[in-house]
């Protein structure tokens, strides 16, 4: 067969590949996270693993395709860990079993499997969690500084499996996440600084836990943008625009609207904008349509922190724009090459 004309494209890049570049990625915010929240983080993704080994093989077989080189193609391990890192450390074990369950069988395979869901699978876990069981997924781990004990793996696995920790009452190891406090606290009529006390009292080097879990994810996410991993239109569009309204609405009014620090550098901030928004399968690939998907999550997000039902919206709004992903695509198609207009 003779080769068509140039330019062509090179691309050493295979599924397996770029999903265990993604797991490296994340491994500073894992050991960041298991330092500061303690151990519940790796039972967590040691259940969601057998849980995607159980499922992935399941329906595999239910669809008739070879086992092995879907099972060993990473892409299920990504989806568990993306959904890990948002579920709190001393949740009980079922709630990562059926999160897992749900986004690997709703999210991948009832569409055909990988390259064919058009919805996040980790995100429609997430959304599946957060709106089936509020109350198990906002008690989320103090950090060990801010509670006054620090949670062993025994302790972390007796709790999760069991539900308390003999001699320890959970309250004292429990409670809200900073995004959390700032909703909490506004409906009681208190300001931004009032709300985040608590917040004020876990810092180090001027930074809370979960703002050090960010920076770790933003370095794993850096790492991915160097070598191409992923494209710097994601983190840009979503980080330029959340960073933008926060900017805006805090200068109009500090004492309701939190900073560009805060909103940053809280919650699943930075795990979005390096590793959930950037999934090549839903979202969208042309070099325009990437910065308007991006942009439009970060508008979501901060739309839905600060005025939805839910603290931290990014479930919610990668679902959205997942769904907007096939009209952007449409309208931002790059001109062929050598077409003159």
Same mark, same amino acid.
């Given at each position: ?11 050493? /890049?295979?599924?397996?590949?770029? =999903?265990? /570049? ?23 993704? =040691? ?11 399941? =329906? ?58 058009? +919805? ?14 509020? =109350? /198990? !997924?906002? $008690? ?14 025994? &302790? ?14 959970? &309250? ?15 409906? /009681? ?9 608590? &917040?004020?009292?876990? $810092?180090?080097?001027?930074? %809370? ?23 710097? $239109?994601?983190?840009?569009? +979503?980080?330029? %625009? ?6 805006? +609405?805090?200068?109009?009014?500090? &004492? ?13 901030? !930075? ?38 039902? +839910? ?31």
């Amino acid at each position: 067969m003779t080769p068509a004309s140039s330019p062509f494209t090179h691309n050493n /890049q295979s599924v397996r590949k770029v =999903m265990f /570049q993604v797991q490296i990625a994340a491994f500073p915010a894992l050991m960041t996270h298991i330092y500061l929240f303690g151990f519940g983080i790796v039972i967590q993704w =040691m259940l969601a693993v057998a849980t995607m080994l159980v499922v992935e093989y399941v =329906m595999l077989r239910l669809r008739g395709r070879p086992i092995k080189p879907f099972m060993t193609d990473m892409s299920g391990l990504i989806t568990i860990t993306g959904l890990v890192f948002c579920i709190p450390p001393e949740a009980p074990w079922w709630i990562v079993v059926s999160g897992s369950a749900f986004a690997l069988i709703f999210g991948k395979h009832l569409y055909g499997g990988l390259g064919y869901n058009p +919805f996040n699978p980790a995100m429609l876990g997430y959304a599946f969690l957060l709106i089936s069981f509020p =109350m /198990q !997924m906002t $008690q989320w781990t103090l950090p060990s500084d801010l509670s006054g004990h620090a949670l062993g793996f025994f &302790d972390s696995a007796h709790y999760i499996f069991m539900g308390y920790i003999p001699g320890l009452a959970i &309250d004292a190891v429990t409670g809200a996440t900073p995004l959390n406090e700032v909703r909490t606290g506004l409906s /009681q009529g208190l300001s931004i600084s009032e709300s985040l006390s608590m &917040d004020v009292k876990s $810092q180090f080097m001027g930074l %809370s836990s979960w703002g050090w879990v960010n920076i770790a994810f933003m370095v794993g996410g850096l790492w991915m943008l160097l070598t191409r991993t992923i494209s710097w $239109q994601y983190p840009v569009g +979503f980080l330029g %625009s959340l960073a933008l309204m926060a900017f805006v +609405f805090n200068g109009i009014n500090p &004492d309701i609207y939190p900073s560009v620090t805060f909103t940053l550098l809280s919650g699943g901030t !930075m795990l979005a904008a390096f590793f959930i928004i950037t999934d090549p399968v839903t979202a969208s690939t042309t070099p325009r349509g990437k910065l308007i998907y991006a942009c439009g999550i970060g508008v979501l997000v901060y739309v839905i922190r600060n005025w939805g039902a +839910f603290p931290d919206g990014i479930a919610f709004a990668i679902l959205l724009m997942n769904i907007a992903v096939p009209l952007i695509d449409k309208y931002t198609q790059p001109r062929v090459y050598g077409h003159l207009r």
